[in-house]
T-cell receptor
């Protein structure tokens, strides 16, 4: 079985602050993929990043960065110099073998509010 | 960029009625999925579809649900007799122009189903 835990339900930050969203992925699989998706108020799911379990290099894309540590099963997401447009629910997800089948399992999401 | 299209964006129905949610996946993709998100909760896997048959399904996907790819472009989710608890946002997704199930999933904008 696999489990995605996003311990932070809601976070509020003031614009231009940095913020880190936590994710812990538990699985018995040795090979798996991790994702972050953004869900703005309009409701769609926007893909942000995919990372495989063999690649522990940090990744940076503009103001976004991701830190994957296999030893702690964490895949944290940092937004630098947050902006109001970053306000959304962010979902961490893992792709691996669930209850006998391969599927994408989502965490419960972290609602980020960036206050101007 | 190619996208997954879902129609309608909103569907209101009476309890016990049948509904069909429609999706047009990205044209060269081979894997298709339905997920749902009950208001304020996480995104849950329903079913995956490959080579004209269901490849995986979750416990949620009971006999009331069915999927079909009737004409090579559309991918539909049918709920035979809707219940109040079926009210949710339903997301269609597709992936894998190389037939790899762990490729990035592209999500549609969702259909908000309200069962009254």
């Amino acid at each position: 079985a696999q489990k995605v835990t996003q311990a932070q339900t809601e976070i509020s930050v003031v614009e231009k602050e940095d913020v880190t969203l936590d994710c812990v992925y538990e699985t018995r699989d040795t090979t798996y993929y991790l994702f972050w998706y953004k869900q703005p108020p309009s409701g769609e799911l926007v893909f942000l990043i995919r990372r495989n379990s063999f690649d522990e290099q940090n990744e940076i894309s503009g103001r976004y960065s991701w830190n994957f540590q296999k030893s702690t099963s964490s895949f944290n997401f940092t937004i630098t110099a947050s902006q109001v447009v970053d306000s959304a629910v962010y979902f961490c997800a893992g792709f691996g073998r669930g209850a006998g089948s391969y599927q994408l399992t989502f965490g419960k999401g972290t609602k980020l509010s960036v206050i101007p | 960029e190619p996208e997954v299209t879902q129609t309608p964006s909103h569907q209101v129905t009476q309890m016990g009625q049948e509904v069909i949610l429609r999706c047009v996946p990205i044209s060269n993709h081979l894997y298709f999925y339905w997920y749902r998100q009950i208001l304020g909760q996480k995104v849950e896997f329903l079913v995956s579809f490959y080579n004209n048959e269901i490849s995986e399904k979750s416990e949620i996907f009971d006999d009331q649900f069915s999927v079909e790819r009737p004409d090579g472009s559309n991918f539909t989710l049918k709920i035979r007799s809707t219940k109040l608890e079926d009210s949710a946002m339903y997301f269609c997704a597709s992936s894998g122009n190389r037939g790899s199930a762990n490729e990035k999933l592209f999500f549609g904008s969702g259909t908000q189903l309200s069962v009254l």
